[in-house]
């Protein structure tokens, strides 16, 4: 048995598993996050059992939420059930407890290619889900080291997230740890941002993490300013690029209780720009 040590935002995700993680093939994407000498305590552990299953694996209970995509929920009794299906038949279903820290992924391996979707849905979801218990969200969104403070440039796709990560890309002392998905955590005063393994298109992905000075909401105009936005202005804009459990209501009371946390530790603002470098400064003006 083969004990794998994965840490994301703080998350220790202990994996038992009878494949190796070549064999999983899941130390290309997650490679970076393979806690083999973790340096750090993590903030929260989540024990993630993996087991092979002969034929398609399928969920238990009643059908809960239903998105349309690629996955569905289930629940029967304290447990909930993720059915999570692509196209070509790669399909898994992790079941986990009311907490989401003890899970079990099951999965039919076939092909030579094959890959565990630990690497992909699973992955996320498990993510998304467990950080809301620890203070925490996910957002699509794209998040810039700047010489040890970070921002989170939010908005959602095509809103120009990437474009103006290219531009902090060449400035000195600035990182972009991840231009899709970006983890989130308050603490007493203040709040952290956390790369993951799903970088987007560009693949835009470090494991790294730094101190959050701000959030930037983008919009498209033919004039460069940025103004501050209320919190209950902010909200909104924020939930609507967040990764949410609306299968759950008191998940989803955690999940607007880690926002409201957030917004009062961390300002929001609105940048009003053209897709062009002078918006580096004008982000830096308010930090």
């Not at 994301?8 to 994996?15: K, P, Q, W």
């Not at 926002?259 to 957030?262: F, I, S, V």
């Given at each position: 048995m083969h004990n794998i040590p994965i840490t994301?935002?703080?998350?220790?995700?202990?994996?038992t598993s009878p494949l190796s993680a070549a064999e999983l093939g899941i130390e290309g994407l997650l490679g970076p996050f393979l806690a083999l000498d973790e340096p750090e305590k993590p903030q929260d552990r989540v024990a993630l059992r993996w087991e092979e299953s002969e034929n398609m694996p399928a969920p238990c209970g009643e059908l809960i939420f239903d998105p349309g995509s690629l996955w569905r929920i289930y629940r029967a009794g304290k447990e909930y059930y993720a059915a999570i299906c692509y196209p070509g038949g790669r399909q898994c279903v992790l079941r986990a407890n009311a907490t989401w820290d003890e899970v079990t992924l099951t999965e039919q391996r076939s092909g030579l290619n094959w890959q565990s979707l630990l690497n992909t849905s699973a992955g996320e979801l498990l993510l998304h889900t467990r950080i809301l218990l620890t203070n925490g969200l996910v957002f699509h969104a794209a998040c810039i080291d700047d010489n040890g403070r970070s921002i989170v440039i939010v908005g959602h796709s095509g809103a120009g997230k990437s474009t103006q990560a290219n531009f902090w890309k060449q400035v000195p002392g600035a990182l972009v740890i991840n231009e899709d998905r970006i983890a989130v955590r308050s603490s007493e005063s203040s709040a952290m941002c956390y790369g993951t393994p799903w970088g987007g298109p560009a693949n835009t992905r470090h494991?790294?993490?730094?101190?959050?000075?701000?959030?930037?909401?983008?919009e498209h105009a033919a004039e460069n300013e940025i103004q501050r936005l209320s919190p209950s202005a902010a909200a909104p804009l924020l939930l609507s690029c967040a990764f949410l459990p609306y299968w759950d209501g008191a998940l989803m009371q955690r999940a607007m209780a880690n926002?409201?946390?957030?917004l009062e530790r961390v300002p929001v603002y609105l940048l009003r720009c053209r897709p062009e470098p002078a918006i580096v400064p004008l982000v830096r003006s308010v930090l």
């Open positions: 994301i935002a703080g998350i220790l995700i202990e994996v494991n790294h993490s730094a101190p959050l000075s701000a959030f930037i909401l983008l926002l409201n946390t957030l």
